[in-house]
């Protein structure tokens, strides 16, 4: 009877410690595959469409990657900032520069260039520059650096001077000579398209462009050139900028298909800048 009671006793702690490792591996993997998924906050176009096309390239790599659109400039940087997001991708360093003015404690951190959208101006009424007329109405994003970046454009163009032509900071403040006497309206970035047939020229983010279905190369009057200090950025928290996921997306956006994709699907809209 006791060799019973032994064998009984060895088989049920057995079947124990079975179930126990087989919880422990379970949860393990659970683990493991919480730390390989990464939610990463982007506007429409390109920025998600190019996060969709990497996403089969990760998942390859054992990363699931979660995409938030968000169709402004603010969230995305503030619910990375406050840990509800692992990063985003949307933003150029100017603006990153101008958000951490304003917030502190930022802890975003630029982890790799992924494409330059050269900034545009449009207009529904005018075919050249010289057609503008004086006390035209320009409308240019709200935001400092791109509202700067605007009036930087302007000047190139000789519509109105700045006190330093290379500030990507300046404002209205800045403008020496202004001799159209251009009136400005400052709108949030994402209207923009909206008002273009109220204006007599609106400067464009290009990624607003072509969600309205404007070809920055082929419908605007003038856009900067190749030498834009604006490249977007993939951006991540100071705490996980070092993951072996993170680690994975930074290779994924800068791949070689990745650069095909752009090249390809926005024909010189958008330039790879990798």
Do not use: C, W
């Amino acid at each position: 009877m006791a060799l019973s009671f032994k064998r009984h006793f060895k088989r049920n702690l057995a079947t124990l410690l079975a179930t126990t490792f087989s919880a422990a591996s379970l949860f393990a993997s659970s683990a493991a595959s919480a730390a390989d998924t990464l939610t990463i906050a982007a506007t429409p176009v390109p920025h998600a469409e190019i996060l969709e096309f990497v996403k089969p390239l990760l998942a390859k790599e054992g990363v699931d990657l979660k995409i938030k659109v968000f169709t402004d400039y603010v969230q995305p940087a503030v619910q990375v900032n406050e840990k509800h997001l692992d990063g985003n991708f949307f933003l150029h360093q100017p603006y990153l520069n101008e958000f951490k003015k304003s917030h502190k404690n930022d802890i975003e951190v630029p982890v790799a260039k992924v494409h330059v959208e050269p900034f545009a101006a449009y207009s529904s009424k005018y075919k050249k520059v010289a057609d503008i007329p004086n006390g035209a109405t320009v409308a240019i994003p709200n935001d400092p650096s791109n509202s700067g970046r605007a009036l930087l454009l302007l000047a190139k163009q000789g519509l109105l001077k700045l006190k330093d032509p290379s500030n990507i900071s300046s404002t209205k403040k800045d403008i020496v000579d202004n001799p159209k006497n251009l009136k400005f309206k400052e709108l949030e970035a994402a209207t923009l398209p909206r008002v273009l047939s109220q204006v007599d020229l609106a400067l464009i983010n290009t990624n607003y462009a072509i969600e309205a279905k404007l070809n920055p190369v082929k419908d605007s009057l003038f856009i900067e050139d190749a030498n834009s200090p604006y490249a977007n950025l993939l951006v991540a928290r100071e705490d996980n900028k070092n993951s072996p996921a993170f680690k994975k997306l930074i290779a994924a956006v800068n791949s070689p298909e990745v650069k095909k994709f752009i090249e390809e699907k926005y024909k010189g809209a958008i330039v790879p800048a990798f």
